[in-house]
């Protein structure tokens, strides 16, 4: 999932215009996130926006920290994302429209040259709504991972299961599941499912040929298709307290539909958040 960028880039929105201070009080949206440069992945410092469509005027900015890092409150209804930095060309998004008590949790791609060829990817999404039916809350609350199990599709684990390991890391627990290969539990780029058909013994083994690994967080793509990033790579560093269950689908015949991209015919990671 990701957002559409607009055609036209953000110069247009005036820097000149006065930014309109965001009252402290009550239940506002959130937006927080990285902004990053396209061709590297790598974080990158700059201003992030939310803009009225209608006069094209910043409602509320921020500017990142040495990490890319920002984040931003404002009142319900329809904006856009605008994000820019000094010697790129500067980004606006589709209108986004949110309600009171949303949680957006975002990755900026911004580049040199041209627009981005990556979308705004979507990390976490939390929106206000009406309390569910109790035989509803655990499908909601997990994204489907129980309905999975039962249905034996990959392979899920839990906090029942981190706590029989000593793993404190998902990459540290991650060396534990049969056919991924994880060369360094520190970095998710270093892992790759095995396609051998072999016992789960010697499925680990270095010498196994290896595939390349998609990466989801709460349903959202993580990794940037073709290239390692950073930010992708750190995942492999969530302490398991953070985490309320873990995926691993090893190739395309396991794969639901929901994480079928094409060009993750070998496999793919699924996190799923503590909120």
């Known amino acids: 999932m990701g957002f ?14 006065t930014v309109f201070a965001v009252s402290s009080a009550g239940a506002q949206a959130v937006v927080r996130g990285f902004l990053y440069d396209d061709a590297t992945g790598r974080p990158i410092p700059g201003t ?3 803009v009225d ?17 920002f984040q931003l409150q404002a009142r319900a209804g329809a904006y856009q994302l ?14 986004i429209h949110f309600q009171d008590g949303e949680r957006l ?19 976490e999404h939390i929106r206000p709504s009406a309390p569910v039916k109790a035989s509803e809350s655990r499908a909601v609350a997990d994204g489907g991972v129980s309905s999975r199990k039962l249905a034996a599709v990959g392979l899920q684990y839990s906090h029942a299961d ?15 599941v049969p056919g991924l290969r994880v060369v360094d539990p520190r970095s998710a780029s270093s892992m790759a499912m095995t396609r051998t058909g072999a016992s789960p013994s010697s499925v680990l083994s270095r010498n196994a040929n290896a595939c390349h690994v998609g990466w ?7 990794d940037l298709p073709g290239r390692a990033d950073p930010m992708t790579d750190g995942l492999a560093s ?8 873990v995926e691993v689908f090893r190739g395309l015949s396991e794969t639901p539909a929901q994480f079928a991209d094409p060009d993750l015919r070998c496999g793919v990671v699924a996190v799923w958040m503590r909120h």
């Open 53 to 69: 469509p209608a006069s094209d005027a910043p409602v509320v900015h921020a500017s990142t920290d040495s990490s890319g890092q």
């Open 216 to 222: 989801f967080v709460d349903g959202h793509r993580m």
């Open 82 to 95: 605008a994000a820019v930095h000094p010697g790129y060309k500067s980004v606006l998004s589709a209108l």
């Open 105 to 123: 949790t975002i990755r900026i791609p911004i580049a040199e040259s041209s627009d981005p060829q990556n979308k705004i990817g979507v990390l």
């Open 4 to 17: 559409e960028f607009r055609t036209r880039t953000a110069t247009a929105v005036a820097f000149a215009c």
């Open 162 to 176: 981190f706590d029989k390991s000593s793993a404190q890391s998902l990459g540290d627990f991650l060396q534990s």
């Open 238 to 245: 969530l302490s398991l307290d953070a985490v309320e269950a």
């Open 48 to 50: 992030v926006m939310l």
